[in-house]
């Protein structure tokens, strides 16, 4: 999705960039745009837009977000731990005296 395609779909829910800067405490509507345009890197206005459009931040920035692949042949039982993990909690130091 390019810019304008962002700018449309924040229309269509009743937003302007100087309102998603507002609810997001930025200096103005030019640092959403700069993001969006992606000349700045900002994940807290890309998930707020991605929030507000209802698309995935893979489909709005498909250049920073790659689809998560599920790992394959990574699953391991605990009964396949070889050390044990569970540890003895730690004896506190006794407070030291004022003076």
């Given amino acids: 999705m390019d810019y304008l395609d962002m700018k449309h779909a924040l229309a269509k829910k009743g937003y302007t960039l100087t309102r998603v800067a507002?609810?997001?405490?930025?200096?103005?509507?030019?640092?959403?745009?700069?993001?969006?345009?992606?000349?700045?890197?900002?994940?807290?206005?890309?998930?707020?837009?991605?929030d507000i459009i209802g698309v995935s931040l893979e489909k709005l920035f498909p250049d920073r977000y790659q689809p998560v692949k599920p790992r394959s042949g990574y699953k391991r039982a605990l009964k396949d731990c070889t050390r044990e993990t569970i540890h003895e909690p730690r004896a506190r130091k006794p407070p030291a005296p004022n003076r």
């Fill in 22 to 50: 507002v609810e997001l405490g930025l200096f103005g509507p030019q640092s959403v745009q700069q993001v969006l345009k992606r000349k700045y890197i900002s994940a807290r206005v890309e998930k707020r837009v991605s």
